[in-house]
């Protein structure tokens, strides 16, 4: 079966610093595009981060652009996400997403982790 | 940037009634339209992708139409576990990547 499942998410200061990890299975990690999209409470969808299956090209949010860092360990089919100089306004749910075509740009969301809370508040 | 207008934002209707949800993009993304479903408590679920083509598992009586910049996701005969917020998400141009601001069907 394939699985995403995202874990880190905490309670931090404004100004702090938070890794997430999404640990994936059951396809092989390496070949797919994975992504982070948040969701403040009571509000849409926003997409953050991008990672290329390899992780040589990753992709930002301009709302994140410069305090947030994607990355992955292949050899432990896991993604990560550095978040620095947190703000209210990041406060939310954050996914981890898989795209549905391996080796492929192709940014449709067929498997999303449950997700995990991140609340930045003072 | 390109910006996803979803309306209604609130759609009121009975079970077995028709469904019909609108998504426009300020400028054309072609065919490249995808639909999720999310439910309370739930992350999304994918519908729909490249405007008209259903998602492994999901049931005929969800439709996708449209091109250019204005799409339609249709649910022919609504059943009780449909009632749930719709959101659209381009993928033509990115970053970034965009999402509409959700249309939520609620029970009449």
């Known amino acids: 079966e394939v699985q995403l499942v995202e874990s880190g998410g905490d309670l931090v200061q404004p100004g702090g610093s938070l890794r997430l990890s999404c640990a994936s299975s059951?396809?092989?990690?390496?070949?797919?595009?994975m992504n982070w999209v948040r969701q403040a409470p009571g509000k849409g969808l926003e997409w953050v981060s991008g990672?290329?299956?390899?992780?040589?090209?990753?992709y930002y949010a301009d709302s994140v652009k410069g305090r947030f860092t994607v990355s992955r360990d292949n050899s432990k089919n896991t993604l990560y996400l550095q978040m620095s100089s947190l703000r209210a306004e990041d406060s939310a749910v954050y996914y981890c997403?898989?795209?549905?075509?391996?080796?492929?740009?192709?940014?449709?969301?067929?498997?999303w982790g449950q997700g995990t809370v991140v609340t930045v508040s003072s | 940037e390109i910006v996803l207008t979803q309306s209604p934002a609130t759609l009121s209707l009975s079970p077995g009634e028709r469904a019909t949800l609108s998504c426009r993009a300020s400028?054309?993304?072609?065919?490249?339209l995808v639909w999720y479903q999310q439910k309370p408590g739930q992350a999304p679920r994918l519908l729909i992708y490249?405007?008209?083509n259903r998602a492994t598992g999901v049931p005929a009586r969800f439709s996708g139409s449209g091109s250019g910049t204005d799409f339609t996701l249709t649910i022919s005969s609504l059943e009780p576990e449909d009632f749930a917020v719709y959101y659209c998400?381009?993928?033509?141009?990115?970053?970034?990547?965009?999402f509409g601001g959700g249309t939520k069907v609620e029970i009449k």
């Open positions: 997403a898989k795209v549905i075509a391996a080796d492929s740009l192709d940014m449709v969301f067929d498997i």
């Open positions: 059951g396809f092989m990690f390496s070949s797919y595009l």
């Open positions: 990672s290329s299956g390899n992780g040589a090209n990753t």
């Open positions: 400028q054309s993304v072609s065919r490249y």
């Open positions: 490249d405007a008209s």
């Open positions: 998400q381009q993928r033509l141009n990115w970053p970034p990547l965009t």
